[in-house]
């Protein structure tokens, strides 16, 4: 293993679970930053671009701490009907939005940014598109009961890696990409760093 030490500034489970899944070792330092600032400043309409701006954001906050570290910073953001999508605040608005998506399709972007130093030496972002079938209102109450609270955590309501791969028909584009990270981008910038063996 190298010496140098890398910090994931999220607090996503999916995120640890993949770099764990890869053998990447790292520590976990949430980023405490104000998302809605960052989004106030953006433009609703570049989903991608926000992904990304919110993952500089994230990786330079925790790098200014801890300046000697890698840091990976990471988001997701999703567009649907021509506007930018944040995560639901109850179940009611979870289900307003699921009811709404079904039968079409939406964007997923997920953006990364790596730091040292307290700056940003590498981001990236890479999206899929997510067709959701058209399911019934009875499926969809049964996939909210089943599945509770724990869809406000995902901006699109639903875990693809769960009962939520039942809400869709087609996906395309990078699996991991769907679950929050640009994986193989990432990866290879933490080869490029010396964080993983090449």
């Known amino acids: 293993m190298s010496g140098e030490r890398l910090i994931l500034a999220s607090k996503s489970a999916a ?3 993949m770099l764990d899944g890869a053998g990447v070792p790292f520590s976990v330092q949430v980023a405490d930053v104000d998302e809605d600032a960052v989004k106030a400043t953006h433009d609703p309409a570049d989903a991608a671009g926000l992904a990304v701006e919110l993952a500089r954001v994230k990786a330079l906050a925790v790098s200014r ?3 000697e570290a890698w840091v990976l910073g990471a988001d997701q953001t999703l567009a649907f009907a021509g506007g930018l999508v944040s995560k639901a605040s109850s179940l009611e608005a979870a289900r307003t939005r699921l009811a709404a998506m079904r039968g079409r399709s939406h964007q997923l972007h997920s953006g ?3 730091a040292r130093n307290g700056q940003v030496v590498w981001s990236g972002v ?3 598109t997510m067709r959701m079938r058209d399911y019934s209102d009875a499926f969809l109450d049964a996939y909210l009961a089943a599945e509770g609270e724990a869809v406000l955590a995902s901006v699109g309501s639903y875990r693809l890696e769960g009962l939520g791969a ?3 028909e087609a996906v395309e584009g990078d699996y991991f990409t769907v679950l929050g990270m ?3 981008p990432v990866l290879a910038e933490l080869r ?4 993983l063996a090449t």
């Open 112 to 114: 990364a940014a790596l």
């Open 65 to 67: 701490h801890d300046p």
């Open 192 to 195: 490029r760093a010396g964080v």
């Open 126 to 128: 890479d999206s899929v």
């Open 182 to 184: 640009p994986l193989w």
């Open 166 to 168: 039942q809400l869709f």
């Open 15 to 17: 995120r640890r679970s």
